[in-house]
Nanobody, 124 residues
């Protein structure tokens, strides 16, 4: 099994640039993709970004493309999400996810492990 713990969330004003982290433990060698998803109250969970571990290929939702950067440190088993130029509509609980081989990067159903989430609140 894999355990995921997010950190770095909190209150930030519009235009801010926080960085979220996700620490993975357990059978981390089985991870093929990692991703960030988010969910705001009354809305469906949506993909933010994903990264393929073997070659660091990245995938982004249109809503964050050009503003957010996903990256990982395989040696530390840690995933990051650098968030830039934050907007109030970015307010959500952000979840870290990990998947075994065969996943579709930006589809939540393909992921096997999930963190508990970290709240990001953007004020205007």
């Amino acid at each position: 099994q894999v355990q995921l713990v997010e950190s770095g969330g909190g209150f930030v004003q519009a235009g801010g640039s926080p960085r979220l982290s996700c620490a993975a433990s357990g059978r981390t060698s089985s991870i093929y993709y990692m991703a960030w998803f988010r969910q705001a109250p009354g809305k469906f969970r949506e993909a933010v970004a994903a990264i393929r571990k073997i070659d660091s290929d990245t995938y982004y939702a249109d809503s964050v493309k050009g503003r957010f950067i996903i990256s990982g440190d395989n040696a530390k088993n840690t995933l990051y999400l650098q968030m830039n130029s934050l907007k109030p509509e970015d307010t959500a609980v952000y979840y870290c996810a990990a998947a075994k081989r065969g996943v579709t990067p930006l589809q939540a159903a393909g992921y096997d492990y999930w963190g508990q989430g970290t709240q990001v609140t953007v004020s205007s």
